[in-house]
């Protein structure tokens, strides 16, 4: 290894065609060449690592080559293109402005600038990180790019293109540098590892890709590093532990653990996780970037813009097949809050797993407060059970019936959770699904065309959950009222909560098509609430009265005789699942 040469260096290319993700600018260089339209100064931006230093070099050697090719490239055999890669050129000259950026080091430069070349045409002088020249170099430097001699060309790099001063900006061609694709990254690295005989799976040379952040130098250097360090064995498992990057399988399991509604699992895997030394935050911004990655892979367009290689796209196409776009979108919504939320929180832990907890009660409850059936219509994983189709079923859960146990947990847990933190986190969560629900209403408008009005169900911030009249309006008494109810009710099988604030609650017909609900906290009625669509759906296709209003209040007084505690209401959850006792005990979840 006493030649060891970073394959950064050993692949750089040598020419413009063999520049990787830059093709539009190297054309236009190209161009520029074939025309003889050549500017004095030219300024190239774009992150780190893109190819903007190559790029300089390649143009600086195709302009001095002596037989350059019909396809405007340099020849790489006359003299001056070997003394360009033999890197003893007198005709290219480069300065790094962040180590050398004082007036003198400019000084140097000028007075070279009026030597002119001994081959070749022009002297290329190529100054790196530009931004960093001091104001007085930039002054005296500013002079020499107005009038400069014939044989002089400027290359201009910086990775901060805002602070290149308009005078400098304004005499100079500007050419800006993408970030280069990971696909395209991915590409170079599988040539770059079969000419040296390094064995990459393509899931690792993706990771890299995606560490590199579009970047060829970087991806290059790790790709080097894990080959050394894995003696030419470039696996999937060998560079996420290298580069500390949490395998996508755990996200895989979470997301299968929400769509189940399975809090235990969501909480055990992000356990693991936690203990494998990943911080919160990651973890966090992990979920949400796996899910926008699911949101893409959901249609094969978009599918496209998902740059990883074909084996994983497709286990992300499959996994997107089983997620509905309201599910992922709120899941992204939630995952970003608590991104954001994440920094402040005093207690970090807490908030994860709640972040968790909220994920796995989506798939129950797509979207709280807006209507329900806007996302039955559109959600492929559920069989429609819209109240409205006059089937008894009157909870929009079906898909209970592929996890019941899972499911039955779920929502008793997410109860517990509001339970255990009465005052602040509700309020807190009563605005954020407010206001979700109205982002998801509009977004939701052409997805829910099809339900019936359905838009009028939004339940108001006041009290009242209102509906525009429509054709049926069948006279009903309060019996009839109180049988509907109780039959909704009745036929809860895992929204433990809302059927406790049903079952509790006292019903009083109003007027002819009002009613009023009596319940006694704030958090019965935000579970009606959010219940209200379906219940109201239920309750007026049974009655045949479109017109049925439900106006809820909170009473004074107790309407139980003995009001349940929250250690009633956990130990009812507990003896609806058992397994709550577990989770309690595991995670040290307190009833206070
Ligand atoms: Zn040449």
């Keep these: 290894m006493d030649n060891y040469i970073v394959s950064a260096?050993?692949?750089?290319?040598?020419?413009?065609?063999?520049?990787?993700?830059?093709?539009?600018?190297?054309?236009?260089?190209?161009?520029?060449?074939?025309?003889?339209?050549?500017?004095?100064?030219?300024l190239f931006c774009g992150p780190r690592g893109v190819g903007k230093t190559t790029c300089a070099r390649i143009f600086a050697k195709t302009i001095n080559c002596l037989n350059i090719t019909d396809e405007y490239e340099a020849c790489n055999e006359c003299e001056s293109c070997v003394s360009f890669n033999e890197q003893r050129s007198y005709n290219i000259h480069e300065l790094d402005a962040a180590s050398n950026n004082s007036v003198d080091d400019?000084?140097?430069?000028?007075?070279?600038?009026?030597?002119?070349?001994?081959?070749?045409?022009?002297?290329?002088?190529?100054?790196?990180?530009?931004?960093?020249?001091?104001?007085?170099?930039?002054?005296?430097?500013?002079?020499?790019?107005?009038?400069?001699?014939?044989?002089?060309?400027?290359?201009?790099?910086?990775?901060?293109?805002?602070?290149?001063?308009?005078?400098?900006?304004?005499?100079?061609?500007?050419?800006?540098?993408?970030?280069?694709?990971?696909?395209?990254?991915?590409?170079?690295?599988?040539?770059?590892?079969?000419?040296?005989?390094?064995?990459?799976?393509?899931?690792?040379?993706?990771?890299?890709?995606?560490?590199?952040?579009?970047?060829?130098?970087?991806a290059l250097s790790i790709f080097d590093q894990t080959a050394s360090y894995t003696a030419g064995q470039v696996t999937y498992k060998a560079v996420i532990e290298n580069l500390n990057v949490l395998d996508f399988e755990y996200y895989f399991r979470l997301t299968d653990s929400i769509l189940n509604g399975d809090v235990v699992n969501s909480l055990l895997t992000l356990n693991d996780i936690i203990n494998r030394g990943f911080e919160?935050?990651?973890?966090?911004?992990?979920?949400?970037?796996?899910?926008?990655?699911?949101?893409?892979?959901?249609?094969?367009?978009?599918?496209?813009?998902?740059?990883?290689g074909a084996s994983i796209r497709q286990r992300y196409i499959d996994t997107a097949q089983k997620c509905d776009t309201l599910f992922l979108y709120n899941a992204i919504e939630i995952a970003n809050k608590s991104d954001l939320e994440y920094r402040l929180s005093k207690n970090k832990r807490l908030l994860l797993e709640l972040t968790f907890i909220k994920l796995c009660q989506l798939i129950d409850n797509p979207n709280p407060s807006a209507p329900r059936v806007t996302s039955n219509s559109i959600k492929p994983i559920v069989q429609s059970t819209q109240p409205a189709v006059a089937s008894n079923a009157p909870t929009p859960s079906t898909e209970g019936q592929q996890v019941p146990q899972a499911n039955n947990y779920q929502s008793s847990t997410a109860s517990t959770n509001t339970i255990a933190e009465p005052t602040q986190q509700q309020k807190t969560d009563t605005t954020v699904k407010?206001?979700?629900?109205?982002?998801?209403?509009?977004?939701?408008?052409?997805?829910?065309?099809?339900?019936?009005?359905?838009?009028?169900?939004?339940?108001?911030?006041?009290?009242?959950?209102?509906?525009?009249?429509?054709?049926?309006?069948?006279?009903?008494?309060?019996?009839?009222?109180?049988?509907?109810?109780?039959?909704?009710?009745?036929?809860?099988?895992?929204?433990?909560?809302?059927?406790?604030?049903?079952?509790?609650?006292?019903?009083?017909?109003?007027?002819?098509?009002?009613?009023?609900?009596?319940?006694?906290?704030?958090?019965?009625?935000?579970?009606?609430?959010?219940?209200?669509?379906?219940?109201?759906?239920?309750?007026?296709?049974?009655?045949?009265?479109?017109?049925?209003?439900?106006?809820?209040?909170?009473?004074?007084?107790?309407?139980?005789?003995k009001p349940l505690t929250k250690r009633d209401l956990f130990d009812n959850l507990v003896d609806e699942n058992p397994a709550l006792q577990k989770l309690s005990n595991e995670f040290d979840l307190e009833i206070t």
Excluded at 119 to 136: C, P, R, T
Aim: net charge neutral.
């Design 106 to 218: 400019i000084r140097a430069l000028i007075d070279q600038v009026r030597i002119p070349p001994q081959i070749g045409k022009y002297k290329v002088y190529i100054i790196d990180e530009v931004h960093m020249l001091s104001q007085s170099a930039f002054n005296s430097f500013l002079k020499t790019l107005e009038e400069p001699p014939a044989h002089a060309i400027f290359i201009l790099a910086t990775t901060e293109k805002h602070k290149i001063i308009p005078t400098i900006l304004s005499r100079c061609q500007v050419y800006d540098f993408n970030r280069i694709s990971i696909s395209d990254i991915v590409n170079h690295l599988q040539y770059v590892a079969k000419n040296e005989n390094v064995t990459a799976e393509p899931e690792a040379l993706n990771i890299i890709a995606q560490k590199a952040d579009g970047g060829m130098r970087d």
């Design 434 to 561: 407010t206001k979700k629900g109205k982002a998801i209403l509009n977004m939701g408008v052409s997805l829910a065309a099809a339900s019936k009005g359905i838009n009028n169900n939004e339940p108001s911030e006041t009290t009242a959950v209102t509906t525009k009249p429509t054709q049926n309006n069948e006279a009903f008494t309060e019996q009839d009222l109180l049988a509907e109810w109780s039959k909704y009710y009745s036929n809860l099988k895992k929204e433990v909560m809302l059927r406790n604030t049903m079952m509790n609650s006292k019903i009083k017909l109003l007027d002819d098509n009002m009613f009023e609900v009596e319940v006694s906290t704030d958090i019965n009625k935000e579970f009606l609430e959010e219940a209200s669509v379906p219940l109201m759906s239920f309750i007026r296709t049974n009655l045949k009265n479109d017109n049925i209003t439900m106006k809820i209040t909170i009473s004074d007084a107790p309407i139980l005789e």
């Design 280 to 308: 919160g935050q990651y973890i966090i911004s992990g979920i949400s970037s796996h899910f926008r990655d699911l949101l893409v892979c959901k249609d094969p367009a978009t599918a496209q813009l998902f740059e990883v």
């Design 9 to 42: 260096r050993k692949y750089r290319p040598s020419t413009f065609r063999s520049v990787i993700g830059q093709e539009a600018l190297t054309t236009t260089l190209k161009n520029a060449i074939a025309t003889n339209k050549l500017a004095h100064a030219y």
